[in-house]
C-alpha cells in the first residue's frame, strides 16, 4: 500500500531546530549555566526548560543511561516555571532530553547527576509532528464505531466496544500505538502484498503465537465485522488524518510525579505482571526485588533488585516435566518480527504473584498437567470434593522463598489465575470457573500437606432466602423459591474484603457482574453467594478491587472506572428476585480521561485492563484510592476526591500494565518511601517507541510534593 509521507517535516528545518537548541544548553566557555533559585544535590540533575515563548511548563525531562547492570531512565515533569529536578540518581552518565506535548524531542545532553543542565525545547514544525508524541487512546479514538445494522445478528453495539476494547483487541496491546496504527516495514519478515488494507488486516491479525486468540476474537466473536473499521482507521491515518483532540500537559499533582524505568527480561518475551509487598502489610520487602510473572511467554522468574540496578533471572520449574505447554498452538502465520519462531514456551504459565507476610512470593502457576488427582475428584473423602468435585484444572500454586531460592509446588483442585490473601493467611483465588479455591497457608507450613490445606465452594444463591445453604438447582435450571440456585460465575478478580471478611470477585460475563461470598464457618458447606450486574452505561468488567470499608471498584470496557457499594441497596439481598439486578442502586460510574470515539454519545476510548485499590496510602494519596491501568492513556489512573489524575510514562511510548502493586519502603522517609510498582504487559514489547529489541519494563511511581523536591 503507497504511503502518503507528507506529514514528515522537512529535514533542514528540523536540523535548524536542533542547532538552535544545542546552543542554549552550554556557556561560551562549555560550563553548564546555573538556574535562578534551583538548588540539586550530588545525586540530582537539574534546570531550567525555556522554549520559544519562555518558560515550558509540564512537559518532561528524562535522564537515561545504559552505564548500570540494566537500562536505567527517571522521568520527571517540569513546575510552573520550567524548571525540573531529577532527584537521586545512580552514579553514571546519562542522556538529558525534553518531550512534551506541542514539542519534538530536543536533543540528547551528556550529563552526569550533580549537574546544572539547562534545556532548550524544540516546538513541533507542524501538527503531525506533534501527533507524532500523543497516547495511545489520542489515535485509537479515531476509529469509527458501527452502528447496529452493520454488525452481526444479535450483537450490540456496547458488545462490540467490549471486545474492542478491555475484553478482546485491548486486553494484549495498547492499541493506538504508532506501531498498531501504521503497517510494519523494515521488519525481517513483510506480511506481503495485499489488494486493500482489509486483507492486510486479516493478514496481521494472523501474526505469530497470538494469532490464534486475535483471530478468534475478529471471525468468531466479531463476525470479522471489525475489519473494515481497523482498516478504514488506518488508511485515513496513512493518508495523514489526525486525532479530533489534543492531551493537555500534566497539571496539578500530575507534575509532582518522577517515574523510574528498569529494563528486564528479554526482547523476545513479555511479563503479565509484578509483585513488590504483601498488600495487607505493605512494609514487607522494604527496598527489597521484585518479582515479575511471564504468563505464557517463558519459564523465568524475572528479579529486578532497585537498590542494585540489576536483573537476575529464575528457572520457574514444573513438578512434572511432561507439562505441556501452555500455548500448544505454534505460530498461525509467521510474525513481522519473529517469523515462524515459536516464541512463547512457557509450561508454568506464571500469571500473577502475591507477597506473604513472612517475604514468600507466591505464584499462579501451573505444577502438572490439566487432569486432577483423584482427592478432588468423585468419590474422594475431601470435603469439599463430596460437596463439588472438580475434575481439571490448568493452573495450580507455586511458592518461591527468596531467603533459600526454594521453590515449593501446592497442587490445587482448583484452577488459579489472581491471587489474594484474606483473614488469617488464607489465600483467596480466581480462576477456578464454578468453583472459588483458596489454601489455609498456616495449615500448609504447618503440615505441608496441600490437601488437607485446600478447599474450594461452587457460588450458591441464597434463592429462598433463608440465611443458610440447602439443596440447589443448576445453573440451567429456573428458579425455586423453596430452593437455592447454584450460578456459574468464575471469578477473574478476585478480592477479600477487610470489611466483613467476605470475598468478592468480578465475572467477564457481559454486561458482567460482582459476586460476593459469604464463607460461612465451613465455607465447603456453607458458602453463600450473591450476584450484582452492571447496569447501563457500564458494561464490560474486567480487574477489580475492594477498599477497606468494603466497596469494590472496577475496570470498564464502557470507559468508566466503577464502584458498588452493597450498603446502599433499597432491596432484599437474598431470594427469589435477588438474581443479580436487585441492586442497580449500588453501583456508581466516573468516566477516565481522555477522548471518546465519535457518533456515540459522551464517552472515553479507554480500555482499563485492571483496578487496584492503595488501602494504606503507599503511594502518597492517602488511603483508599482507586487507581487503574490507563492502558490508552499509557499509565496509571488515580481518582482523589472525584477527580481523576493521570499518572503518564512518556518515554518509552507504549507503557501497557495489567496490573501494579504498592509498597513503603520506610514510613519515616516522605514521598522517598513510599511508591507504586507496575510492569510493562503488552504481549508484544517490540510494538513499544524503540520498536525490535525493546524489553519490558518494571516501572516505580513516586508522589512528591512539589515538582522540584529532593
Not at 181 to 189: L, S
Not at 271 to 293: E, K, M, Q, W
Not at 625 to 631: A, C, D, E, K, R
Request: hydrophobic share 35%.
Amino acid at each position: 500500500m503507497k504511503r502518503n509521507l507528507s506529514w514528515i517535516w522537512p529535514a533542514a528545518a528540523l536540523v535548524a531546530a536542533i542547532i538552535a537548541a544545542c546552543a542554549g544548553e552550554m556557556s561560551d566557555k562549555g560550563a553548564p549555566r546555573r538556574a535562578a533559585s534551583l538548588q540539586i544535590d550530588g545525586d540530582d540533575i537539574g534546570g531550567v526548560v525555556t522554549g520559544p515563548n519562555g518558560p515550558e511548563a509540564g512537559v518532561w525531562v528524562i535522564a537515561e543511561t545504559r552505564e548500570l547492570p540494566t537500562r536505567f531512565a527517571r522521568i520527571v515533569v517540569t513546575d510552573d516555571q520550567g524548571r525540573y529536578v531529577v532527584p537521586d540518581l545512580p552514579s553514571a552518565n546519562y542522556d538529558v532530553w525534553v518531550r512534551g506535548y506541542g514539542l519534538v524531542d530536543s536533543p540528547k545532553i551528556k550529563s552526569a547527576p550533580g549537574k546544572i543542565v539547562n534545556l532548550t525545547a524544540v516546538k513541533a514544525p507542524n501538527e503531525p509532528a506533534a501527533a507524532h508524541y500523543y497516547p495511545s487512546i489520542y489515535w485509537y479514538s479515531m476509529m469509527k464505531i458501527p452502528d447496529k445494522a452493520k454488525l452481526p445478528e444479535k450483537m450490540t453495539q456496547n458488545e462490540y466496544l467490549n471486545l474492542m476494547k478491555s475484553n478482546g483487541c485491548a486486553n494484549c496491546h495498547s492499541q493506538g500505538t504508532e506501531a498498531m496504527r501504521t503497517f510494519p516495514k523494515n521488519v525481517p519478515f513483510p506480511l506481503g502484498k495485499f489488494a486493500n488494507s482489509e486483507e492486510a488486516w486479516f493478514r496481521r491479525i494472523q501474526s505469530g503465537q497470538g494469532g490464534v486468540p486475535m483471530l478468534t476474537t475478529a471471525a468468531k466473536e466479531l463476525g470479522t465485522a471489525n475489519i473494515p473499521y481497523l482498516a478504514d482507521w488506518t488508511d485515513r491515518i496513512a493518508k495523514g488524518e489526525l486525532p479530533h483532540s489534543k492531551p493537555p500537559r500534566p497539571q496539578g499533582l500530575e507534575r509532582n510525579i518522577v517515574v523510574t524505568t528498569w529494563d528486564w527480561l528479554d526482547e523476545k518475551h513479555y511479563l503479565h505482571d509484578l509483585i513488590a509487598s504483601d498488600r495487607r502489610f505493605p512494609t514487607v520487602n522494604a527496598y527489597g526485588p521484585v518479582y515479575g510473572s511471564t504468563e505464557l511467554s517463558v519459564d523465568i522468574i524475572p528479579i529486578l533488585d532497585p537498590k542494585t540496578n540489576s536483573v537476575k533471572n529464575f528457572q520457574t520449574p514444573v513438578r512434572d516435566p511432561d507439562t505441556p505447554m501452555a500455548m500448544e498452538e505454534g505460530p498461525l502465520q509467521p510474525s513481522p518480527y519473529w517469523g515462524t519462531e515459536r516464541v512463547w514456551t512457557s509450561k508454568a504459565n506464571n500469571h500473577n504473584g502475591m507477597f506473604d507476610r513472612k517475604g514468600r512470593v507466591w505464584f499462579a502457576a501451573a505444577v502438572r498437567g490439566s487432569n486432577n488427582p483423584a482427592f478432588c475428584k468423585k468419590g474422594s473423602d475431601h470435603p469439599s470434593a463430596k460437596a463439588f468435585p472438580v475434575e481439571r484444572s490448568n493452573r495450580h500454586l507455586s511458592m518461591l522463598d527468596p531467603k533459600t531460592m526454594k521453590h515449593t509446588f501446592v497442587d490445587t483442585c482448583f484452577g488459579t489465575h489472581h491471587l489474594q490473601f484474606g483473614a488469617n493467611d488464607v489465600l483467596w483465588t480466581s480462576g477456578g470457573g464454578q468453583v472459588v479455591g483458596w489454601l489455609d497457608m498456616k495449615k500448609f507450613d504447618e503440615t505441608g500437606d496441600a490437601a488437607k490445606s485446600q478447599g474450594w465452594t461452587p457460588m450458591i444463591l441464597d434463592t429462598n432466602g433463608n440465611g443458610k445453604r440447602d439443596a440447589y438447582v443448576e445453573p440451567n435450571q429456573p428458579v425455586d423459591p423453596t430452593k437455592d440456585k447454584r450460578i456459574v460465575a468464575g471469578f477473574y478478580a478476585v478480592m477479600p474484603s477487610p470489611a466483613d471478611g467476605s470475598i468478592w470477585g468480578s465475572v467477564r460475563t457481559f454486561p458482567g457482574a460482582v459476586v460476593r461470598i459469604a464463607p460461612g464457618s465451613n465455607p465447603s458447606e456453607t458458602a453463600l453467594a450473591e450476584i450484582y450486574n452492571i447496569p447501563l452505561p457500564g458494561f464490560g468488567i474486567r480487574g477489580a478491587d475492594i477498599d477497606r470499608q468494603g466497596v469494590v471498584w472496577a475496570s470498564l470496557a464502557s470507559g468508566h472506572l466503577a464502584s458498588f457499594d452493597r450498603r446502599k441497596c433499597k432491596g432484599p439481598l437474598n431470594g427469589p428476585k435477588a438474581t443479580g439486578d436487585h441492586c442497580p442502586e449500588g453501583w456508581s460510574f466516573y468516566q477516565y480521561p481522555g477522548p471518546g470515539f465519535e457518533g456515540i454519545g459522551d464517552n472515553s476510548a479507554e480500555a482499563s485492563y485492571y483496578t487496584w485499590v492503595d488501602q494504606h496510602n503507599t503511594f502518597g494519596l492517602g488511603d483508599d484510592v482507586p487507581m487503574s491501568t490507563g492502558n490508552l492513556n499509557q499509565g496509571l489512573i488515580a481518582m482523589k476526591d472525584g477527580k481523576m489524575i493521570v499518572l503518564r510514562v512518556p518515554y518509552p511510548m507504549g507503557f501497557y500494565a495489567k496490573g501494579f502493586d504498592g509498597r513503603i519502603d520506610d514510613p519515616k522517609a516522605g514521598w522517598k518511601g513510599r511508591g507504586l510498582w507496575s510492569s510493562t504487559g503488552d504481549r508484544a514489547p517490540w510494538l513499544m517507541e524503540n520498536g525490535k529489541g525493546s524489553k519490558p519494563m518494571a516501572v516505580h511511581f513516586q508522589l512528591r510534593p512539589d515538582p522540584l523536591a529532593h
